[in-house]
């Protein structure tokens, strides 16, 4: 059964940090491509971020709006994917997903940014 | 950024009754290869995003083929034959031709 779980969210301050984790389970995590989406409160979705396996050197993309602040990485040994957001913005307030080929998604975790 | 339009923004409907909504790309999804990156998902109440088309028309596994994509170049439909209470929730359309990939801004689906 292929599972991901994202951690790793909470309230912080404006121009603060947070990295979230996505632990998978299931599938041929090395091979995969893994994606971050967030969801605002007005349920409006956003991709944000993408990164591809080791055979395509682990290449990344991210959306404007978070591009120099938010970095995706990934451990093919812990079959997880990360987001590393610096420099938060309220307009970031939202429920991250982490995302298999928009295929399987995990539960999502909230992230508030607010002074 | 290609903007994808659904319509309606929500739908009332029947159990039994059939389904359909709209999605419009604001430039054609027809990529290089040949191949057109349009996708539905739905959104149960208080659950994550789920697959149900890729491709415009093929089915995710465990998908009932009550539901349908049809469509091209800039204009799709997705189609519920007969609705189920378990079809509730929110719609959306993806397109992953053009970087960055979007969605539509959903369909809500309700009983009548």
């Known amino acids: 059964e292929v599972q991901l779980v994202e951690t790793g969210g909470g309230l912080v301050q404006p121009g603060k940090s947070l990295k979230l984790t996505c632990a998978t389970s299931?599938?041929?995590?090395?091979?995969?491509?893994m994606h971050w989406v967030r969801q605002s409160p007005e349920k409006r979705l956003e991709w944000i971020a993408r990164?591809?396996?080791?055979?395509?050197?682990?290449?990344?993309d991210y959306v404007e709006s978070v591009k120099g602040r938010f970095t995706i990485s990934r451990d093919d040994s812990k079959s997880s994917v990360y987001l590393q957001m610096n420099s938060l913005k309220e307009e970031d307030t939202a429920t991250y997903y982490c995302?298999?080929?928009?295929?399987?998604w995990g539960q999502g975790v909230m992230v508030t940014v607010s002074s | 950024d290609v903007v994808m339009t659904q319509t309606p923004v929500s739908l009332s409907v029947a159990i039994g009754q059939p389904a359909s909504i709209s999605c419009k790309s604001s430039?054609?999804?027809?990529?290089?290869?040949?191949?057109?990156?349009l996708n539905w998902l739905l959104q149960r109440p208080g659950q994550s995003p789920k697959r149900l088309i890729y491709?415009?028309?093929k089915l995710d596994s465990g998908i009932p083929d009550r539901f349908s994509g049809s469509g091209s170049e800039t204009d799709f439909t997705l189609k519920i034959s007969r609705v189920e209470a378990d079809d509730l929730g929110v719609y959306y359309c993806?397109?992953?031709?053009?970087?960055?990939?979007?969605f539509g801004g959903g369909t809500k689906l309700e009983l009548k």
């Open positions: 995302t298999v080929g928009f295929d399987y």
């Open positions: 299931g599938f041929t995590f090395s091979t995969a491509w």
């Open positions: 990164i591809k396996d080791k055979s395509n050197n682990y290449a990344t």
């Open positions: 430039q054609s999804l027809v990529g290089t290869s040949g191949k057109t990156y």
């Open positions: 491709l415009v028309s």
């Open positions: 993806l397109q992953g031709t053009h970087f960055p990939w979007t």
